[in-house]
T-cell receptor, first 114, second 115 residues
Framework: DAGVTQSPTHLIKTRGQQVTLRCSPKSGHDTVSWYQQALGQGPQFIFQ???????QRGNFPDRFSGHQFPNYSSELNVNALLLGDSALYLC?????????????FGEGSRLTVL | AQKITQTQPGMFVQEKEAVTLDCTYD???????LFWYKQPSSGEMIFLIY??????QNATEGRYSLNFQKARKSANLVISASQLGDSAMYFCAVQPYNQGGKLIFGQGTELSVKP
């Protein structure tokens, strides 16, 4: 049973560019959440997708956008990259809203912005 | 707003001994969940244990137990019989009950287990 898979694992971009990160949830899961983890910090919630719609959003600018596909996989897009966007981007999946259950995380996509 | 505070940036423990990782939280929500995650160097966040705010008993999962003191807004993680593989970053998180999937994490504690 495959867990949460993310791609790419590492990437380097320059300021002003755009990036797309991808996530496939654990089998049987229908909800995907994205987190940003800067070096030495805890993860910060970006947004959550359920039934192909953004259900919740954290305190991130509109440069951060996402999408969920009918097969529940998801993409995170970041436009006009800034140096401060350099971080580990984690995807987490769950069935439903996981109020009492754990989220299953992928190993992340490490983005470096030069 | 919710906030998690983990005051121990780094901790050392001898193999086979127990260790307590501290976590205090601040939330105005009447119902919430508390979580602990482990993050090894691979980057993946691994779920360890969950405590609901209305649970009367402290949660336990194998070698992990959560010392929940609601009045003090404290949710410390106790790891018994530490193993070398326990060396990792540990994060405490709070989730408002009506915002499933939206975890608010602390800064983390780096645990090193000595042989």
């Amino acid at each position: 049973d495959a867990g949460v898979t993310q791609s790419p694992t590492h990437l380097i971009k320059t300021r002003g560019q755009q990036v797309t990160l991808r996530c496939s949830p654990k089998s049987g899961h229908d909800t995907v959440s994205w987190y940003q983890q800067a070096l030495g910090q805890g993860p910060q919630f970006i947004f959550q997708y359920y039934e192909e719609e953004e259900r919740q959003r954290g305190n991130f600018p509109d440069r951060f956008s996402g999408h969920q596909f009918p097969n529940y996989s998801s993409e995170l897009n970041v436009n006009a990259l800034l140096l401060g966007d350099s971080a580990l981007y984690l995807c987490a999946s769950s069935f439903g809203d996981s109020r009492t259950g754990e989220l299953f995380f992928g190993e992340g996509s490490r983005l470096t912005v030069l | 707003a919710q906030k998690i505070t983990q005051t121990q940036p780094g901790m050392f423990v001898q193999e086979k001994e127990a260790v307590t990782l501290d976590c205090t939280y601040d939330t105005s929500d009447p119902s919430y969940g508390l979580f602990w995650y482990k993050q090894p160097s691979s980057g993946e966040m691994i779920f360890l244990i969950y405590q609901g705010s209305y649970d009367q008993q402290n949660a336990t999962e194998g070698r992990y137990s959560l010392n929940f003191q609601k009045a003090r807004k404290s949710a410390n993680l106790v790891i018994s019989a530490s193993q070398l593989g326990d060396s990792a970053m540990y994060f405490c998180a709070v989730q408002p009950y009506n915002q499933g999937g939206k975890l608010i994490f602390g800064q983390g504690t780096e645990l090193s287990v000595k042989p």
